[in-house]
């Protein structure tokens, strides 16, 4: 997470990586079960692992709530402090967000480096930003995120006590500080800005061209891209790590006797995704607005499998994008032994069991995607003025290849998907365009 450079006489500099030791916290309040909290911090050291740092301690807090000024109880603090300098720990990881004055608090009380679960998320996607795209949704975020903790920054005005005699130089320098932040978040968000025109019109190229697009979704580290690779022949990285992919990639899926797709790869979800980076990413999470289907991948073997699936379900919710024909993949199956697909199959008929790993059950995954697909044909509507919820499905889910407007209704000749089809149902006439 960061470097620390070793010299000698007669020797040249050795650049190193200074592992740092981490104790992971995390509040369990009432009517929260164990279990939860323990998964919870069991993902939080997954991800200060992919951060670069090794879990020393882990700690967990029952309180009937949080502390407005340390977030957890002074007396466990202490605790908490002794147990870090014992073990040669020098940062401390919250699994919920604090708030800049928690932060500062804890950090001067502990005496070492205090972040949470959001800033470790935005240290693992800066890591790994590959694209001009991806680094400039990462610096957004990560000034968004900056931004109120400023203060912190300028620990000589808190001893100096503030208000008389201390307003001058420091003072000007944090308002400066905040004026250079703000200016840059105002420059990535018109860069990012100019990122959504280009990708609107890569996705107005693609909905021209007629080939539907599929869209892979799920928790971190589902195998998506293991799936993508699967059904594109593609090499893209992909790894049991949480966040390897973060910039989105799209593919072509050719099959003998199938109608072809673009499947896209996308950002994997998490729990308490810092909403900085569902704001910054919207640029590349917007793929999945102009899907015509939605893969969502799901570790099938994995114990938290039922909040995994809520959390990228609540997403998608927020996205708006939920109502999408959505095909269920429960991957990793090669993981499990009869019994433990058997249930997690149960009462999930129409979810596909498979391994992208193997390629078992991909087949029967292209089945199911071939039936959720638009129908392979226009079909022509006619819509009355006042059903303007219609209209607007049939361009938001359908792709429009002609319209006529004429007194009292709308005559389209359009291209669905099936659920979206049945909702008009009822306007379905004889072909009457040109």
């Not at 020797?11 to 740092?20: D, F, I, P, T, Y």
Request: net charge neutral; charged share 25%.
């Amino acid at each position: 997470m960061r470097q620390r450079v070793n010299g000698g006489t007669g020797r040249g500099h050795e650049v190193g990586r200074l592992r740092e030791r981490a104790m992971l916290a995390a509040l369990q309040r009432q009517k929260q079960r164990r279990v939860d909290v323990e998964e919870s911090l069991e993902e939080l050291a997954g991800l200060a692992a992919a951060a670069g740092a090794t879990v020393a301690e882990r700690v967990i807090q029952e309180r009937q709530a949080a502390t407005p000024s340390l977030y957890f109880g002074s007396g466990k603090v202490e605790e908490m402090a002794e147990a870090a300098r014992a073990g040669g720990v020098n940062l401390f990881v919250s699994d919920d967000a604090l708030s800049p004055i928690q932060e500062r608090n804890l950090a001067e009380a502990l005496g070492i480096k205090v972040i949470d679960r959001t800033a470790l998320i935005l240290d693992i996607f800066a890591q790994r930003a590959r694209s001009a795209e991806g680094k400039l949704q990462v610096e957004l975020a990560q000034l968004t995120y900056l931004l109120p903790r400023l203060v912190g920054q300028w620990k000589h005005l808190e001893r100096l006590g503030g208000g008389i005699g201390t307003r001058g130089p420091g003072e000007t320098q944090l308002e400066s500080d905040r004026r250079v932040i703000r200016q840059r978040v105002q420059k990535l968000k018109r860069e990012l800005q100019g990122v959504q025109a280009h990708r609107r019109l890569q996705r107005a190229g693609r909905r021209r061209s007629g080939v539907p697009v599929v869209a892979l979704v799920g928790y971190t580290n589902a195998g998506k891209t293991t799936l993508l690779n699967r059904l594109t022949g593609s090499h893209l990285t992909a790894a049991d790590q949480l966040f390897v992919t973060l910039d989105p990639a799209a593919r072509l899926v050719e099959r003998p006797a199938r109608r072809p797709f673009i499947l896209t790869d996308t950002v994997g979800f998490i729990r308490k995704l810092p909403h900085e980076l569902v704001a910054a990413f919207r640029a590349t999470l917007e793929e999945l607005t102009e899907a015509d289907v939605l893969v969502h991948v799901v570790d099938a073997g994995h114990p938290a499998l039922e909040e995994h699936m809520a959390a990228v379900d609540s997403l998608l919710r927020e996205l708006e994008v939920a109502d999408r024909p959505t095909v269920l993949a429960l991957n990793k199956v090669d993981r499990l032994d009869e019994a433990q697909a058997g249930a997690v199959l149960a009462g999930r008929r129409a979810a596909v069991a498979l391994s992208a790993a193997t390629g078992e059950g991909v087949e029967t995954l292209l089945d199911a995607v071939e039936k959720a697909l638009p129908i392979s044909g226009a079909v022509t509507l006619r819509i009355p003025h006042g059903d303007g919820a219609a209209l607007a499905l049939c361009y938001e889910r359908g792709r429009v290849l002609a319209r006529a407007d004429q007194p009292g209704h709308v005559t389209l000749e359009v291209e669905l998907p099936g659920p979206a089809l049945a909702a008009v149902a009822g306007y379905r006439v004889e072909r009457v365009l040109d």
